[in-house]
C-alpha cells in the first residue's frame, strides 16, 4: 500500500511539473511570435515611412522645376 501511495504522488508531481513546462513553452513561443509581429510591423512602418518621404522628395523636386520652368518662360515673354 506505502509503494503504490508512493507511486500515486510520485506521478501527480511528475504529471504537474510536465504540465508547467508546456505551459510555459505555450507562454514564450506566444511571446516570441508577438515580438516578431511587433517587429514586422515595425520594419513596414519605417519602410512606409521612407517611401512617403521619397515621393515627397519627388513632389518637391517636381514643383521646384515647374517653378524654375515658369519663371523662366516669364522672364522670355519680357
Known amino acids: ?3 503504490f501511495l508512493t ?3 510520485a ?3 511528475l504529471a504537474t511539473a510536465a504540465y508547467t513546462a ?3 513553452k505555450a507562454d ?3 511571446a516570441e511570435g508577438e ?3 511587433e517587429k514586422k510591423a515595425d520594419e513596414k512602418k519605417a519602410e512606409g515611412k521612407a517611401k512617403a518621404e ?3 522628395g519627388e513632389k518637391k523636386a517636381e514643383g521646384e ?3 524654375e520652368k515658369k519663371a523662366d518662360e516669364k522672364k522670355a515673354e519680357k
Open 1 to 3: 500500500m506505502k509503494r
Open 7 to 9: 507511486v500515486l504522488v
Open 11 to 13: 506521478s501527480m508531481f
Open 22 to 24: 508546456e505551459e510555459k
Open 28 to 30: 514564450e513561443k506566444k
Open 35 to 37: 515580438a516578431k509581429a
Open 54 to 56: 521619397k515621393k515627397a
Open 65 to 67: 522645376a515647374k517653378a
